[in-house]
């Protein structure tokens, strides 16, 4: 057996033994539990669904790019303020949180359908003329509107127990900024857990939850048909179904960039050129894919996570099937009812502390790439779409009701319109760094310079 050292890199994790690796793919499913558990959680998604398909959607992605890649898919926050936003308007058509839901659902697979279109295009034009069309002016500005226009939320579900709101904080900074090995990697984990326990030790967890926890069965299956998006297919309601796709369907934008910039940031970690070698088009495919899956069957949207590339880069074992290990552990938690009412047991201060962070790092993943890119914010026409996107985004979501710019019956996300308005603007609007300041160009020419 080989050992392990973390200054020598690993493509082949099978010299280090079955034992070694079968840790290593535990490590790469708590580093995505945290967060992945708390989209369901936020949103009233089913927990075990979302596991059992961020699993079966790690596995769908691998097979889309030939077992090359080493990416783990959780859960996406990006499409939160969509499923809020779908909620919110189809509670005031008298329905239930539960039986709108599914609606949101179809919206996100209309998203995950256009994650093809992109491949498609990557696959005919090239990535560089494709990328045009997403200058970082634009999309800087989504990704910190999405922290922003979530962080409502964190706070109001920290004032329901600020104390218990404050463990999962400070456990949480001390673990990421003091924390070695596997402590630094996992630290949103370690936050839950820790404010979690305080709460039941002070008694602070609902009654009612507590008692939906003893009485869970230890084994069941992971989702209910009439909570999928396939339910919802089957409705009948088309006029709500298409005001949910118009909704969230455009997020997709967001996402996409996420992706592409996870995939460079994988890239450069391992020193392999995936965005050549299996290629974005099979990647943005399989992120597209497992998305489509999941929402079909009631769980949250995927996306590639960044924590688990933080793995990579600790353990210097960039071996695709230690992460094909983490799915299937993820798979086979989410056949457990008695596990799915654990989590729905926690806190919502808990949630809210964490979250609260977790927001803010999106906002600051944002005010990042406009740094990295040399946006220049005293040019008038970056300021301008700059101020436009935020401003579109964050006061449709707060301003309108249901979170919405209603056109009839039709309301769309102001996440929807700050991209779309965005986009528009940095075509049209003439002026130094325009469509040639493009998303990551830099860092594609970089890494496919590096692999060859």
Same mark, same amino acid.
């Given at each position: 057996?080989?050992?392990?050292s ?12 079955k034992g070694r690796?079968?840790?290593?793919g %535990?490590?790469?499913m ?5 967060a ?30 030939k077992?090359?890649?080493p ?7 990006a ?7 779908? $909620? ?20 996100v ?8 279109? %992109? ?9 560089h ?10 999309t ?9 226009i979530l ?5 109001k579900?920290?004032?329901?127990n ?9 456990v ?6 003091w ?10 984990l ?6 979690y ?35 919802? %297919? ?27 910039g ?27 894919a ?7 069957f ?5 996306t ?16 695709p ?32 502390g $964490? ?7 999106i ?15 005293t040019?008038?026409r ?8 935020i401003?579109l ?15 009839g019956?039709i309301?769309?996300s ?8 965005g986009?528009?603007?940095?075509v049209?609007?003439?002026?130094k760094g ?6 990551d ?8 310079k590096?692999?060859?």
């Amino acid at each position: 057996m080989a050992k392990l050292s973390t200054n020598e890199a690993v493509y082949d994790a099978r010299q280090l033994g079955k034992g070694r690796m079968l840790v290593l793919g %535990l490590q790469h499913m708590f580093a995505m539990f945290g967060a992945t558990i708390l989209v369901p959680t936020i949103t009233g998604l089913s927990v075990s669904a979302t596991l059992l398909f961020a699993g079966l959607g790690t596995l769908l992605f691998h097979w889309f790019t030939k077992m090359k890649v080493p990416a783990f898919l959780g859960s996406s926050f990006a499409f939160l303020g969509g499923y809020a936003t779908v $909620v919110a308007m189809g509670t005031e058509m008298g329905m239930t949180q539960a039986e709108a839901l599914p609606y949101a659902c179809v919206g996100v697979v209309a998203a995950g359908l256009l994650y093809f279109v %992109l491949a498609a295009a990557f696959k005919l034009f090239g990535v560089h003329r494709v990328m045009k069309l997403f200058p970082p002016v634009v999309t800087g500005p989504i990704i910190i509107s999405i922290g922003l226009i979530l962080a409502g939320t964190a706070v109001k579900s920290i004032l329901t127990n600020w104390w218990v709101a404050l463990i999962a904080i400070l456990v949480v900074i001390i673990c990421n900024i003091w924390g070695k090995g596997m402590i630094k990697i996992i630290p949103i984990l370690l936050g839950v857990l820790a404010s979690y326990v305080m709460a039941a030790i002070f008694g602070q967890l609902e009654p009612g939850k507590v008692q939906a926890l003893h009485d869970a069965a230890w084994i069941g299956l992971p989702f209910q048909w009439q909570n999928t998006g396939m339910y919802a %297919l089957g409705s009948g309601n088309w006029s709500f179904l298409i005001t949910a796709i118009v909704a969230i369907m455009p997020i997709a934008l967001a996402t996409m960039i996420e992706h592409i910039g996870d995939m460079c940031a994988i890239s450069s970690t391992c020193n392999r050129n995936y965005l050549e070698d299996p290629g974005l088009h099979r990647t943005l495919m399989g992120d597209g894919a497992a998305t489509v899956l999941a929402s079909l069957f009631g769980a949250p949207a995927n996306t590639t996570y960044g924590e688990n590339t933080g793995v990579l880069n600790l353990t210097r074992v960039f071996d695709p099937r230690v992460i094909r290990i983490a799915a299937v552990v993820a798979i086979i938690f989410s056949f457990s009812p008695k596990f799915a009412a654990l989590i729905y047991a926690m806190p919502t201060a808990t949630i809210g502390g $964490v979250s609260l962070i977790l927001y803010g790092m999106i906002s600051s993943v944002g005010v990042r790439s406009l740094v990295e890119n040399q946006v220049d914010l005293t040019d008038s026409r970056n300021l301008i779409i700059t101020a436009l996107t935020i401003t579109l985004a964050v006061g449709i979501s707060y301003g309108c009701e249901g979170g919405a710019l209603q056109f009839g019956k039709i309301g769309i996300s102001g996440l929807a319109v700050a991209a779309i308005v965005g986009i528009i603007a940095a075509v049209v609007l003439p002026g130094k760094g325009g469509m040639d300041d493009t998303v990551d160009v830099k860092q594609i020419d970089e890494i496919e310079k590096k692999s060859e």
